[in-house]
């Protein structure tokens, strides 16, 4: 079982950038498709990027395209997930929560089986 440990939250800017990470422990990631979601006060929990196992194929929704980037070291110092976030606007404001899944590599939140605690992302206009 993996344990996920996300970091790197924070208030910023409109404009500005932040990178989040998300460190596992218990088992190497190299085994897991991952994600990143969001939820915003009072909305549901939405996809934001996926990355396969092996970091050679990545998703995106429609609303960050070009200006986040989610990546993944799997070497054993690091077994964590990324999620550089760029010229972040005010609607990105949300808790930002890392996911992992053994088999499934899609934007369907239950398929997930594994969650950190999340951290919040604050964007001031």
């Known amino acids: 079982q993996v344990q996920l440990v996300e970091s790197g939250g924070g208030l910023v800017q409109a404009g500005g950038s932040l990178r989040l990470s998300c460190q596992a422990s218990?088992?190497?990631?190299?085994?897991?498709?991952m994600a990143w979601f969001r939820q915003a006060p009072g909305k549901e929990r939405e996809f934001v990027a996926l990355i396969n196992w092996n970091g050679s194929g990545t998703t995106y929704v429609d609303s960050v395209k070009g200006r986040f980037t989610i990546s993944r070291d799997n070497a054993k110092n690091k077994n964590t997930v990324y999620l550089q976030m760029n010229s972040l606007k005010p609607e990105d404001t949300a808790v930002y929560y890392c996911a992992a899944s053994g088999y499934y590599n899609g934007v369907n939140r239950r398929e997930y089986g594994y969650w950190g605690q999340g951290t919040q992302v604050t964007v001031s206009s």
């Open positions: 218990g088992r190497t990631l190299s085994t897991y498709n």
